[in-house]
């Protein structure tokens, strides 16, 4: 194959890769309605699972180093997302922690990020739906027990974000699948599921 020829995946696993890069760039991408870039998005989400959490904590669980972090930090504390309070185990030491405001941003994200998924697997069954579910958790729990190397990195995202947003699994019956995509009924139903899911997790 020449460099320049078109890349089509020779194997299932390439098949994987493809698929996920081609994912992750549309999820890691603004979307309509979004203010934040994704590495915002990023702070949102590892607080919202972890709650309060040290500035070096915070680094460690995005991987990033405490610098980086603390620039991110400032950001979003000036607007108005997160806040420092005293850590109650040291006295010289403070977290950083979610507003109210900060919930909402995160939530709105997330939101937004479901929805987008749901729309994907419109017209799915139900069982489509619950098997890719399965076999992505399967996959998830895979690709972090060979990834993550820290005892404190292995399991918080897991833990968390099970704790704090449902598994998207909106109630579709098939006759509310028009044939050119979905109805007006179904896609409501799924926007009101999550809205009720998201509002269980404050």
């Not at 709105?108 to 987008?116: D, K, N, S, T, V």
């Not at 994907?120 to 990834?147: H, K, N, Q």
């Not at 598994?167 to 007006?184: I, K």
């Amino acid at each position: 194959m020449q460099v320049n020829d078109a890349y089509s995946p020779q194997t299932p696993i390439e098949g994987v890769l493809h698929a996920f890069t081609r994912i992750g760039r549309r999820l890691k991408g603004k979307q309509p309605g979004d203010t934040l870039d994704h590495s915002a998005h990023v702070v949102l989400f590892v607080l919202r699972c972890s709650g309060a959490l040290r500035l070096s904590d915070l680094a460690s669980r995005m991987e990033l180093d405490a610098s980086t972090t603390s620039r991110h930090v400032r950001a979003l504390e000036q607007l108005g997302l997160v806040r420092r309070s005293p850590d109650p185990d040291d006295g010289r030491a403070f977290r950083v922690e979610l507003t109210e405001q900060g919930i909402e941003q995160w939530e709105a994200g997330a939101r937004r990020r479901m929805e987008l998924l749901s729309a994907a697997m419109e017209g799915w069954s139900e069982d489509d739906v619950l098997t890719f579910e399965r076999l992505m958790t399967r996959f998830a729990d895979g690709v972090a027990s060979v990834a993550d190397t820290g005892a404190d990195n292995r399991t918080w995202a897991d833990k968390g974000w099970a704790a704090v947003a449902p598994r998207l699994r909106p109630e579709r019956r098939t006759e509310d699948v028009a044939p050119g995509g979905p109805s007006t009924e179904s896609t409501g139903a799924a926007r009101e599921h999550t809205d009720k899911n998201l509002e269980s997790t404050r």
